[in-house]
């Protein structure tokens, strides 16, 4: 029954066999990694998308804020109130001055948490919360280049030196997940009073 060892080398029964396992163990790896990096993939896409998402909603509530800043009836805090830069926001002053408002979308859904202070040339950590707890975009809204807050207007702007001043504000706003925050700076040009 036993033949010799070099006949048992040369022989090549079950060959077939051994070769199509093997084939067949390259192939399932190969379909496993395959189905792995698309699934990886449409996760990734699907991430970047929801991102993409929340940077648009809110650049959109910068964008409200600093068109509607005269425009709005609700009180402060509430949803919807996008009047900000009221007579009680100017007399507060710049150390004092905030205001807090969610910017809806079109079905009056909120998209975006907005947070609006005066800048200013001295570090003032203001708190918007009504409860006294800061929160992470608490220190956002707080950490914004320090500047004075009243000046002249910029050169070529078109504004008298004489007759005219520029007020700076900071507008923070946070996705409502918290992944993206949008930071302007903006100013506002008003008569002298003197």
């Known amino acids: 029954m036993c033949g010799r060892p070099l006949d048992i080398l040369r022989d090549e029964r079950g060959f077939i066999l051994g070769a199509s396992i093997l084939i067949s163990a390259v192939l399932l790896l190969a379909g496993v990694l395959a189905l792995w990096t698309s699934t ?8 970047e998308g929801d991102l993409t998402r929340e940077f648009y909603a809110s650049e959109a509530a910068v964008i409200d804020a600093l068109e509607n800043y005269d425009r709005g009836t609700t009180g402060k805090g ?7 830069l009221t007579d009680q926001f100017l007399l507060d002053g710049p150390l004092a001055a905030n205001y807090r408002f ?29 409860d006294g707890q800061a929160g992470p ?15 002249a207007p910029p050169p070529g702007s078109g504004f008298s030196l004489k007759y005219f001043e520029i007020r700076r504000y900071g507008i923070t706003a946070t996705s409502l997940t918290g992944n993206t925050r949008v930071q302007v700076g903006a100013y506002k040009v008003f008569n002298k009073y003197q």
């Open 78 to 84: 509430e949803a919807g109130a996008t009047h900000w």
């Open 102 to 130: 969610f910017a809806l979308d079109a079905q009056s859904r909120p998209i975006a948490e907005v947070r609006v202070r005066c800048i200013t040339d001295a570090a003032v950590a203001i708190d918007f919360d009504e």
């Open 137 to 151: 975009a608490e220190t956002a809204a707080n950490d914004l280049p320090r500047q004075r807050h009243i000046s």
């Open 40 to 47: 990886t993939e449409m996760h990734v896409v699907r991430n």
